[in-house]
């Protein structure tokens, strides 16, 4: 089955709480949620407070993406803070950094996540094959929303998704950045498992409609 996970990001921040209701009742399935240090990538977004009214307000499950410098200095508090999986990616820190921190969030009953740049191989993620529950392959570059999807990243989820199935690893593979309809079919067969929308769904007149639009024929 295909998860649909708006982003947050794209929400309006005013009226939160019915953006939250108006995509849960359109039958999405996880809610992303964007974090960025104006380090790692060149923007900021929200953070831990927003996290933590989010979690109180929905029981969705929620999808924190990190796009921060040596995400290990602050995946328990985004664990604690409601977060339902942890993602961070595999660019920023040194390898034993990126494997303590995913090992931590498991550590404290959470799925961890590993995500990869447009520019980053499919292969710097065999390092941590065993440590994730789910690889997150960028098709924009992290850190703004609206973007034009990179088609040429497609082989590197099909190089992924070999590999776990070779491996026989329940990993899910996830795609963030300029996904429509098209885009979403051209991902889910290419192996991608969640589809991250945050523009296509949240500037729909009817969500519920985008949203099925996204998951196609894939229930």
């Known amino acids: 089955m295909v998860r649909i996970a708006p982003s947050?990001?794209?929400?309006?921040?005013?009226?939160?709480?019915?953006?939250?209701?108006s995509i849960r009742e359109g039958k999405a399935?996880?809610?992303?949620?964007?974090?960025?240090?104006?380090?790692?990538?060149?923007?900021?977004?929200?953070?831990?407070?927003?996290?933590e009214s989010v979690r109180r307000y929905t029981d969705m499950f929620l999808d924190v993406h990190?796009?921060?410098?040596?995400?290990?200095r602050y995946v328990e508090r985004f664990c604690e803070a409601g977060a339902?999986?942890?993602?961070?990616?595999a660019e920023a820190d040194a390898e034993e950094g990126i494997r303590a921190a995913l090992r931590e969030?498991?550590?404290l009953g959470k799925k961890a996540g590993l995500a990869l740049k447009p520019g980053t191989a499919w292969d710097a993620?065999?390092?941590?094959?065993?440590?994730v529950d789910l690889i997150l392959v960028m098709t924009v570059e992290p850190g703004f929303g609206g973007q034009k999807f990179m088609s040429q990243v497609l082989p590197k989820l099909g190089f992924l998704r070999e590999t776990l199935d070779g491996f026989g690893l329940e990993c899910?593979?996830?795609?963030?950045?300029?996904?429509?309809p098209?885009?979403?079919?051209?991902?889910?067969?290419?192996?991608?498992?969640?589809?991250?929308?945050?523009?296509?769904v949240f500037r729909a007149a009817d969500r519920a409609a985008q949203i099925a639009r996204l998951r196609g024929g894939n229930n």
């Open 8 to 21: 947050i990001l794209a929400a309006d921040f005013a009226r939160l709480g019915a953006e939250i209701d």
């Open 29 to 51: 399935d996880w809610l992303h949620f964007d974090v960025m240090d104006g380090l790692f990538v060149p923007n900021l977004s929200i953070g831990l407070p927003v996290l």
């Open 172 to 180: 899910l593979l996830e795609v963030d950045g300029g996904i429509n």
């Open 182 to 200: 098209l885009t979403a079919s051209l991902s889910v067969a290419a192996g991608a498992q969640v589809l991250v929308a945050g523009s296509d």
């Open 84 to 89: 339902d999986l942890v993602c961070i990616h």
């Open 125 to 131: 993620a065999l390092p941590f094959i065993e440590d």
């Open 105 to 107: 969030i498991r550590r």
């Open 66 to 72: 990190l796009m921060i410098r040596e995400p290990g």
